[in-house]
């Protein structure tokens, strides 16, 4: 019997990436696309996300794996959680944190086990690795979860319900992976500019990310 999965798909570099990793799998994935109509980039990605879908199925086609269609989720209409939204803001007080954290945990009391594709650079900001506990998961793969043990009170309630799968690996070398394996051409039709659905707009905190993290030739 196929495993399916549950992911959260932006149609960037990251979440591609573990896109990839479950179709190599065999799993059977069921992609999620939360829509912020603030962002308007919003349809470059969702357009994006077909390109890769049919990219990945063309590339690994001895896969026996599936990719759903997405299902779309407006940002508006994930249910408040006040308890959540209490502890968000107390973290907020300690330490810098995206407000995106807040509503993929309310997400995730939805979908247990919702996978947070964040790098290894993105998990230093926020998590310790000794928070966490290391994982094998149902598709076979390692993960990673929160470490009850070892993490706060106020971090463990708003990740409890996360797991972490990419949390070992950097952009850098997820990139030397693609390149050995052959799927770099499909990471590089990714997107990542918030600001604009047609080419990067150099200006928005993804488009200087890239250019810190080494991937300035995306720009181009």
């Known amino acids: 019997m196929s495993v399916e999965q549950f992911a959260l ?16 799998r065999d799993v059977v994935i069921k992609p999620i696309y939360v829509i912020d109509h ?13 390109l890769l879908t ?5 590339r690994f086609k001895d ?26 803001k107390q973290i907020k007080k300690r330490q810098r944190i995206g407000k995106q954290y807040y509503w993929l945990a309310s997400l995730a009391k939805k979908y247990p086990n919702l996978e947070q594709c ?39 309630q708003l990740f409890k319900n996360v797991r972490f799968p990419l949390c070992y690996i ?13 799927f770099i051409d499909i990471l590089n039709a990714t997107w990542f500019c918030h600001r604009s659905g047609d080419k990067p707009c150099g200006e928005c905190a993804p488009c200087k990310q890239y250019v810190i993290d080494g991937f300035g030739y995306r720009l181009k």
């Open 170 to 182: 950097s952009k850098l070398e997820m990139k030397s992976q693609a390149e050995e394996q052959g």
């Open 118 to 156: 964040f790098h290894k650079e993105d998990r230093d900001q926020l998590i310790s690795i000794t928070e966490l506990t290391e994982i094998k998961d149902e598709t076979g793969g390692k993960n990673w979860e929160v470490n009850p043990k070892k993490m706060g009170f106020l971090k463990r």
């Open 63 to 88: 896969s026996k794996g599936a990719i759903h269609p997405p299902i779309f989720i407006k940002r508006k209409n994930i249910p408040s959680n006040p308890y959540l939204k209490f502890i968000y």
């Open 38 to 50: 603030n962002r308007k980039s919003a349809q470059k990605e969702i357009e994006t996300i077909e």
């Open 54 to 58: 049919k990219k990945i199925k063309e």
């Open 9 to 24: 798909w932006t149609g960037g570099w990251d979440s591609t990436f573990r896109i990839i990793q479950l179709y190599q």
